[in-house]
């Protein structure tokens, strides 16, 4: 069974642009996740969609969104990019209900904002 | 609301010595809660998870009891290597909300 596969593995961008990034989920999982790691600041929870929804939101500015589609593949979007979002963006995958049940990971996108 | 305590790091210990990262929580009801690892340059992998109260979940040597009395699940191990440097975060599940903490890095040295 393939894992959460996340893409691009590494991106640079420079002040101001936009980025997506995406993250297509453990087959029949519904929920994914999106975490924002950073030395400082540790892990933090970003958003959740489950079935095409926002199910729950962290403390980010509105220029971080997402959205699911249909086949559960989750993108992120990041726009007016700072200095302050370089950072591992980690994905997580859940099945349809996360009862006693772990999230699984992917190896994240290393966005470096230059 | 729910939310993970843990020990701040940087924890940096000997091989074969003895490990303890503390964790406690908050959570109404009755969650589950896990241990999450992560390695260099990769992504959090479950290492052990106990579902309720007195259990213990064990794994890879690592051990950790969920304690509702105090509620802590402390991660423990009886002699840790060097293969086990990595940052490890204890977890919570509740209601469908997953709550992390903010991770200790551990090295253990030669």
């Known amino acids: 069974k393939a894992g959460v596969t996340q893409t691009p593995r590494y991106l640079i961008k420079t002040r101001g642009q936009q980025v997506t990034l995406s993250c297509s989920p453990i087959s029949g999982h519904r929920s994914v996740s999106w975490y924002q790691q950073t030395p400082g600041q540790g892990l933090q929870f970003l958003f959740e969609?489950?079935?095409?929804?926002?199910?729950n939101k962290g403390n980010f500015p509105g220029r971080f969104s997402g959205r699911q589609f249909s086949n559960s593949r989750s993108e992120m979007n990041v726009s007016t990019l700072e200095l302050g979002d370089s950072a591992l963006y980690l994905c997580?995958?859940?099945?349809?209900?996360?009862?006693?049940?772990?999230?699984?990971f992917g190896q994240g996108t290393r966005l470096t904002v230059v | 609301g729910n939310s993970v305590t843990q020990m701040e790091g940087p924890v940096t210990l000997s091989e074969e010595a003895f490990l303890t990262i503390n964790c406690t929580y908050t959570?109404?009801?009755?969650?589950?809660l896990f241990w999450y690892v992560q390695y260099p340059g990769e992504g959090l992998q479950l290492l052990l998870k106990a579902t309720k109260a007195d259990d213990k979940g064990s794994n890879k040597g690592f051990e950790a009891t969920y304690r509702k009395e105090t509620t802590s699940f402390h991660l423990e191990k009886g002699s840790v290597q060097v293969s086990d440097s990595a940052v490890y975060f204890c977890?919570?599940?509740?209601?469908?909300?997953?709550?992390f903490g903010a991770g200790t890095r551990l090295t253990v040295k030669p």
């Open positions: 977890a919570l599940e509740n209601n469908n909300d997953m709550r």
């Open positions: 997580a995958s859940s099945p349809v209900v996360r009862m006693n049940t772990e999230a699984f």
């Open positions: 959570a109404t009801g009755y969650p589950s």
């Open positions: 969609y489950f079935s095409e929804t926002q199910r």
